[in-house]
């Protein structure tokens, strides 16, 4: 069973705006710091925001701050990347993680199969 499961994705004209879901298989996940990272055409893969296990922290890749919100349901086992202001820069495959660490997303622990984000111009 895939731990992680990414949905949302799709494409958008520049300027506009998608949310991203991801849906953890387990309650456990809970407990853990989860994060967002892409990887463009002939790009290395990058994070984009990071949420604490409580949802009390968050942290995003500058080129997404202000554009870019990323939040927790945990009564749902998902998390959120609500992204506005699309740049075609954005297009990517988007993928979910999970690290059994509280606070962050450094070098997760588990991954989704993405979700392929295109902006076109």
């Known amino acids: 069973q895939v731990p992680l499961v990414e949905s949302g994705g799709g494409t958008v004209e520049s300027g506009g705006s998608l949310r991203l879901t991801c849906v953890a298989s387990?309650?456990?996940?809970?407990?853990?710091?989860m994060g967002w990272f892409r990887q463009g055409p002939g790009k290395e893969r990058e994070i984009v925001a990071a949420i604490s296990w409580n949802g009390a922290e968050t942290t995003y890749a500058d080129s997404v701050k202000g554009r870019f919100t990323i939040s927790r349901d945990d009564a749902k086992n998902a998390m959120y990347l609500q992204m506005n202001g699309l740049k075609p820069e954005d297009t990517a495959v988007y993928y979910c993680a999970a690290e059994r660490n509280i606070r962050t997303v450094t070098v997760p622990d588990y991954w989704g199969r993405g979700t392929q984000v295109t902006v076109s111009s």
């Open positions: 387990e309650d456990s996940f809970r407990r853990y710091a």
